[in-house]
């Protein structure tokens, strides 16, 4: 492993000696005395060892992660293992995993999901954090379920919707649904009623991707919540409508179209995400050949 990272520039001959120095005091592996000297990254090491293995690297911050694909191993299995499914490849199931040599987890997935798995490596944090992602919501959803069904029915009065959107788990669903859509740089967020739960969608590079199903019993009040942000009128049920919020967003402002839509099995709530801070493209940078871009600045 050091000579490797010796020839990938990383490090050089006299730092990878002096680390082989302190693995012999310390006992600690070549690659933790790398980092803890901060000579690399994890994912420096992570990348390295993917190669010596023969296996590809992939950073998660740069995929996108359908949450269908993602939930397909519980999230306990997916922390004892570090291991995260990321998409499939055909019909063989990709899995990102921070020790992809751990044959015991291998196999546990692929008696779980019933498919062939195929390894990819990924640093340990960012497991840890996409498993956080796409998880974190699983318990809010849980508690609001359980007092949303004593608060909230189909047929419930206009007053009591009202003096719901603003309790606390309610507000804290919402937020927490905008605040991962912009942190999964979702254009688009699709709230959805089915027959039986509440479907959430992200639109993601133009494809949609389900997010989670929720309990129906929190319908009606997450979707007034919105149309109260919005500054929509909540009373009125049967007619499509528009809104707009003002969000701040992880230090970043945010503006959100709103649009209802009544359906058979409740309103569906769409909302474009639009980044305040998101620059405009000018037009030497929207890809117009030279003697186009100069006619049109000429007309």
Same mark, same amino acid.
């Given at each position: ?26 006992? #600690? ?59 499939? %490849? &055909? ?74 959107? &603003? %309790? ?9 649904? +905008? ?11 699709? @709230? &959805? ?6 479907? +959430? ?8 991707? &389900?997010?989670? #199903? ?39 402002? +945010? ?13 569906? @709530? ?27 600045? #000429?007309?």
């Amino acid at each position: 492993m050091g000579s490797l990272l010796v020839e990938t520039g990383l490090i050089t001959e006299d730092q990878l000696a002096e680390a082989l120095a302190t693995q012999v005091s310390t006992g #600690r592996p070549i690659g933790r005395v790398l980092i803890d000297q901060g000579l690399i990254s994890e994912s420096d090491l992570v990348r390295s060892l993917a190669k010596q293995v023969g296996l590809e690297f992939v950073d998660l911050t740069e995929r996108v992660i359908d949450a269908t694909v993602a939930s397909l191993i519980p999230e306990g299995l997916a922390r004892r293992y570090q291991a995260l499914p990321i998409s499939w %490849d &055909e019909d063989v199931l990709v899995v990102a995993m921070a020790d992809p040599s751990n044959v015991l987890a291998v196999d546990d997935i692929r008696a779980l999901t019933g498919a062939q798995v195929r390894c990819v490596v990924a640093t340990s944090a960012q497991i840890r954090e996409t498993i956080d992602r796409f998880h974190r919501l699983d318990s809010e959803v849980d508690d609001l379920a359980s007092q949303a069904a004593d608060e909230l029915s189909d047929n419930d009065e206009l007053a009591n919707v009202s003096a719901v959107v &603003e %309790d606390a788990p309610i507000v804290k669903f919402v937020n927490l649904l +905008i605040t991962q859509a912009v942190a999964d740089r979702a254009s688009d967020i699709h @709230v &959805e009623p089915a027959e039986r739960d509440l479907r +959430i969608r992200f639109r993601i590079d133009g494809v949609l991707h &389900e997010v989670m #199903r929720s309990p129906k019993a929190i319908q009606a009040g997450v979707i007034s919540r919105l149309k109260v942000m919005s500054d929509i009128n909540i009373a009125e049920r049967r007619i499509p409508q528009d809104g707009r919020m003002s969000l701040t967003v992880g230090g970043k402002p +945010i503006d959100l179209r709103v649009a209802t839509l009544p359906t058979v099995h409740g309103e569906k @709530v769409v909302m474009r995400i639009l980044d305040k801070n998101q620059a405009l493209l000018s037009l030497q940078d929207q890809g117009f050949l030279p003697d186009t871009l100069e006619r049109y600045e #000429r007309s």
